[in-house]
Nanobody, 126 residues
Framework: QVRLVESGGGSVQAGGSLRLSCAAS????????MAWFRQAPGKEREGVVV????????YYADAVKGRFTISQDNAKNTVYLQMNSLKPEDTAMYYC???????????????????WGRGTQVTVSS
């Protein structure tokens, strides 16, 4: 089975940066979609960014566009989320997700991913 483990969360002041990591193990060959989601207390889970691994294209949520960047290290089987210029409203549990299917954007918009990590907490203070 596919296993995803997030790390790199923590507490920072507004304007600071964090780099999250998602280490994948198990069957990860030919996976088509890798994504980050987040969920703040009392709010619905929302998509942060999705990576279409078949063509390398990405799509970011408007709230993080220009501040967050997704990247992947195939040799380490790890995906990253670089978060800059953090704001208090970025405070949430961040989840890594993967799917072996197609139509990555539609799946990301609907939160329809097969594999999920357990999350890493990001807290941004003012």
């Amino acid at each position: 089975q596919v296993r995803l483990v997030e790390s790199g969360g923590g507490s920072v002041q507004a304007g600071g940066s964090l780099r999250l990591s998602c280490a994948a193990s198990g069957y990860t060959y030919n996976r088509n979609c890798m994504a980050w989601f987040r969920q703040a207390p009392g709010k619905e889970r929302e998509g942060v960014v999705v990576l279409f691994t078949n063509n390398g294209r990405t799509y970011y949520a408007d709230a993080v566009k220009g501040r967050f960047t997704i990247s992947q290290d195939n040799a380490k089987n790890t995906v990253y989320l670089q978060m800059n210029s953090l704001k208090p409203e970025d405070t949430a549990m961040y989840y890594c997700a993967a799917d072996l299917g197609v139509r990555c954007l539609d799946r990301w918009l609907g939160g329809d991913f097969e594999y999920w990590g357990r999350g890493t907490q990001v807290t941004v203070s003012s």
